[in-house]
């Protein structure tokens, strides 16, 4: 049985992505104890699935590498992947929590060899990579994952390739015993850090995502550009497999729209100039770029880069928001609409299509443990009556990382203000 050390001067954090992480370990390296709860088998959250950021294009992994040592290192801090809150009871300062761990059948000794991955024959769908490649029933969900070990799919378990890994593995470390467990633990104060999700573009019916392949969303995309992803970074149509030179970016894709999100998602201008770029410098002169725009929202510091891609002579800036997309018969997207600057009509083919998809929160008012204050766009609100639980990044509003993970150590320090109240009381 999983056994977790924790009193009401703990900390539970909510979500392993960047805000959960910053969140969790700001806090434990003020010397309070923290127990970090991450519903995937591995930390990191969608800043892992990115090929670069904006504005530097630099590589996640740099950042990622220095959290993942600042995790090992501090004793404070306690960490359960595969697992989910089910159940917080009690007030500010004094709550219970229940969460559930799902077994992952490796343990500790596991070193990551891989053996196992070459053992197991079954494939799935792989979720890191958006289903756009196939994972094996062992399998290392990303090379950088941490932890860094393996785990095997619960739809092995009972079959002979759940035998073939554990004969294949030397260290003994496939437990084909383990089974769910729940664990219960006192904490004085909850960050609430389960991050966003992609708005599901199948609903945004004229752009036919769900019915043209190569139609796909800006996550989507990113897995295609990097070199560890489906394609080793070729960009390529899903149809075919042909080079995709000519491609379409559509902004607001579910975002700013009364029949799917209200809300202006933030990182999607950025994400698709950044996008853009990965085409012009795939195929230079011969990369043919169009962005579908209501408006572009790059300021600050991001202003620069913008100026820097609106430079570039391959990649074109058409205001319209397009009204629809169908195939042609050879399976090429055409994107149709009007061009609102000068109120000219287009049907323009292209190798593929990328919807700059909405970030939808990623929490759910109904299954919430205890009452609290959601707005309108499904964000958590930093309110009173949420007593002490409090959102950190991308559960509180729509946030690029820099701007999570900033936020995320606000909470940490409102989380830690709970706590030490806790403790002068008690003293």
């Known amino acids: 049985m999983t056994a ?16 959960g992480m910053t969140a969790a370990l700001e806090a434990a390296e003020t010397g309070k ?8 088998p591995y930390l990191g959250g969608r800043v892992t699935q990115l090929y670069k950021y904006f504005p530097k294009l630099c590589f996640p992994t740099c950042g990622l590498e220095i959290n993942q040592r600042r995790a090992k290192m501090n004793p404070n801090l306690t960490i359960l992947t595969l697992a989910e809150v089910t159940g917080l009871t ?28 070459t053992a197991v024959e079954a494939e799935f769908d792989d979720d890191y990579n958006y289903g756009l490649g196939k994972r094996k029933g062992a399998y290392l969900p990303y090379r950088m994952a941490h932890p860094a070990r393996y785990v095997l799919d619960p739809a092995i378990i009972g079959t002979p390739d759940a035998d073939k890994a554990k004969a294949a593995c030397q260290y003994g470390a496939i437990d084909l015993e383990m089974r769910e467990e729940t664990v219960e633990f006192r904490c004085g104060a909850v960050i609430w850090a389960t991050g966003w999700k992609p708005y599901d573009a199948a609903k945004i019916q004229p752009y036919g995502y769900d019915r043209i392949a190569n139609v796909i969303t800006s996550v989507e995309f990113e897995r295609l550009a990097d070199p ?39 990182i999607c201008c950025m994400a698709s100039l950044k996008q853009a770029t990965y085409v012009a410098d795939a195929f230079a002169d011969d990369a043919e770029i169009n962005l579908y725009y209501i408006d572009l929202r790059a300021i600050d510091r991001f202003e620069d880069f913008y100026n820097k891609v609106r430079a570039n002579r391959n990649i074109r800036f058409i205001k319209s928001k397009p009204a629809s997309i169908v195939a042609d018969k050879d399976g090429n997207p055409v994107v149709h609409g009007v061009d609102t600057e000068g109120y000219n ?13 909405g970030m939808e929160p990623s929490v759910d008012q109904d299954a919430f443990p ?41 909470a940490a320090l409102r989380a830690i203000q709970v706590v030490n109240r806790v403790a002068r009381a008690e003293v």
């Open 228 to 266: 560890n992803g489906p394609t080793g970074g070729k960009l390529v149509r899903p149809s075919d497999g042909r080079e995709a030179k000519k491609v379409a970016f559509i902004q607001c894709a579910g975002s700013r729209d009364r029949n799917h999100l209200l809300h202006c998602s933030r």
């Open 4 to 19: 977790v050390v924790a009193t009401n001067e703990t900390i539970l954090v909510v979500g392993g992505g960047i805000s």
């Open 90 to 117: 009690g007030r500010e300062g004094d709550y219970t929590a229940t969460v559930k761990l799902s077994p992952r059948y490796v343990n500790e000794r596991c070193t990551a060899c891989g053996d196992c991955g």
């Open 345 to 357: 009509r287009f049907a323009e083919p292209h190798d593929l299509v990328v919807l700059a998809i």
């Open 370 to 410: 205890v009452s609290i204050v959601i707005n309108r766009e499904g964000f958590i609100e930093a309110a009173p009556e949420n007593g002490g639980v409090f959102a950190a990044g991308c559960a509180s509003d729509a946030l690029d990382v820099n701007r999570a993970a900033q936020h995320a150590t606000g």
């Open 33 to 40: 104890r923290v127990v970090l709860v991450e519903k995937r």
